[in-house]
């Protein structure tokens, strides 16, 4: 009798072990991003190369075409909306004139945020992106879930006071801050090492990148890498500025390095060759042998 007791206490021991088991390897399933053995493919602008830059549809195609991160560049208007969009003006990407700034959301939602594209490059032109709109980031995090990974920028902060508060309000409000997301599965980058430090002290977990402008008679120094390593995780410079000194520096300081912005398969294997951990690219198709065979929608 005694015998059978024991081994039911085994058995429920064993059984409840693997069921917890299991619940921890469903919560931590997703992918680690930030990881120095991984080469990320961050798709700037959405797939930029083939659809109309910070569209949903752009977002949707890089996702397709299986690239680790979406790029948002933010901007944000009159009435304190966070819209995707590179420029200051609507000018290039849009029917409209202007600065985002002077936009409120629901004057920006009349603009075509597409057809630009199709004048541009009719290559890749589709009836589709005509009348496409500028998407608000809720827009967007409610489009991809915790199904994409971000990498958003914040453009212009000193122009926008009170941004940097709304993004980490948004993210949290869309469960992007839950400690069991991946780590790295949103990474906040800016040429403002002001705006990172503000973020970095609004929440401490979120990984950060520092963009950087490389000067070409002006090497960086050690001690500027230990001072963003204070804040960031990594750094992101303009790729054809970096100089072999610049990577051996950034490596032994024990920052990423995402170069800025690489659209061909051979620069950005010689910079997986040299220690670069990603490449932000308007082709998320860059490594694949189908490159520049967009996938059909
Ligand atoms: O992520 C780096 C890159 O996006 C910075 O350049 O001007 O395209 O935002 P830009
Ligand atoms: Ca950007």
Request: glycine share 6%; aromatic share 8%.
């Amino acid at each position: 009798m005694k015998k059978v007791f024991v081994t039911s206490i085994v058995l429920a021991f064993l059984i409840g072990a693997s069921f917890f088991t299991v619940k921890l390897i469903e919560a931590t399933s997703q992918e680690d991003m930030l990881k120095e053995d991984k080469f990320l493919i961050i798709a700037h602008r959405g797939a930029s190369g083939y659809a109309p830059e910070h569209t949903l549809e752009s977002y949707k195609l890089a996702k397709k075409m299986g690239a680790d991160y979406i790029e948002i560049d933010l901007q944000m208007t009159k009435d304190g909306e966070l819209v995707a969009m590179h420029d200051e003006k609507v000018n290039r990407t849009t029917n409209g004139k202007g600065y985002v700034k002077d936009y409120t959301l629901k004057e920006l939602k009349q603009l075509d945020a597409g057809s630009w594209f199709n004048k541009k490059f009719p290559n890749h032109s589709s009836p589709h992106y005509k009348g496409l709109q500028v998407p608000t980031l809720k827009e967007i995090l409610k489009t991809f879930g915790s199904k994409a990974n971000y990498y958003i920028e914040t453009k212009h902060p000193k122009d926008h006071p009170g941004m940097e508060k709304e993004l980490i309000t948004l993210l949290d409000q869309h469960g992007l801050l839950d400690g069991d997301l991946a780590k790295g599965a949103v990474v906040i980058q800016s040429f403002s090492s002001e705006s990172l430090t503000n973020i970095h002290k609004l929440n401490k977990d979120i990984p950060l990148i520092q963009l950087q402008h490389l000067k070409k008679n002006k090497k960086v120094t050690k001690k500027e890498l230990a001072e963003i390593k204070t804040y960031a995780v990594g750094v992101g410079p303009k790729f054809s500025r970096m100089s072999k000194d610049y990577v051996k520096k950034v490596k032994e300081a024990g920052l990423f390095l995402h170069p800025y912005t690489v659209n061909e398969k051979e620069p950005a294997q010689s910079l997986q060759e040299m220690g670069a951990n990603g490449v932000i690219t308007n082709f998320a198709d860059i490594l694949s042998e189908e490159k520049g065979k967009r996938a059909s929608r």
